[in-house]
């Protein structure tokens, strides 16, 4: 036995796990997160091309540091301070939408769910859904081209100070008379904050998405953008094709039928839900009256 232990030690030490506590646990969980959102950002903006182009200077570097090839050692740490700081003002709207994605992140509410049976109070009534799917899908029958843009926890004011001052309840007309052709308010997207239309012709972003196809014209870009740079979510209705699309967090969700858009729309709602906890102490309490009184 003693042999075994012997032979163990001297060759297969080294597989050994280290003494860890629940400190480097929530460390290394902590390091793999972070780690896997900046892998996830670099698959999902221009730092994926940025990637594999440094990964070929790295390889340059390599064959220079095999063949000691000192001028262009030379150059290389010369210009790496320099590269850095260019780096980040090439990709900085890139590293900003990262920085307000991980922001957008609830982790707290995520992790203390106190009561899970209420949520917070509704943005919108059923009424306002109800509106809206209508007015998208009765442009669409027409082919009239519409951009909604719904606000929900960042604000979409230096997007309101762009367009015409309406604050209206929302109806379907409204939003039809707003995106008729040739009518003052047409051009340009409407935003919804709760249960009114806040401003009209309104400019958004237009978003550098690649992937996107050619198809899409200015206003998909736009509802893309918009939804890039906050947590809104943007409802199209195609001039062209008379189709209605949503656009949400960078995602663009095309073809929707009614159902499917009052689904997305009501998910944004969040919709006050009546404490389960209550509701069933009342009904016990109900049943107890109705027993008492036989």
Known sequence: MEFFKTFYEHNFEWLSMPNMNIIDIVEIAIIAFFVYQILLWIKNSKAWFLLKGIIVILVFVLIAVIFEMNTILWIVKSILGIAVTAVAVVFQPELRRALEQLGRKNFIAAIFSFDSSKNASERFSDKTVNEIVKACFDMAK????????????????????????????????????????????????????????????????????????????????????????????????????????????????????????????LKVQDKVVEDKKFKLWKGRSRSNEKVDHK
């Open 142 to 265: 027409v082919k009239t081209g519409a951009l909604i843009v719904i606000e929900r926890e960042l604000s979409l004011a230096e997007y309101e100070r762009t367009g015409i001052e309406v604050d209206a309840l929302i109806t379907s007309q409204l939003l039809i008379n707003i995106f008729e052709h040739n009518t003052p308010l047409h051009d340009g997207a409407v935003l919804v904050r709760g249960n009114r239309i806040v401003s009209a012709t309104c400019y958004l972003p237009l978003s550098d998405n690649m992937e996107l196809s050619k198809e899409l014209g200015t206003r998909h870009r736009a509802a893309v953008g918009i939804s890039e740079n906050t947590d809104s979510v943007t409802i199209i209705v195609s001039e062209e094709t008379g189709r209605v699309s949503v656009a949400d967090m960078g995602k663009l969700y095309v073809n929707l039928e009614p159902e499917q858009l009052k689904e997305k729309l």
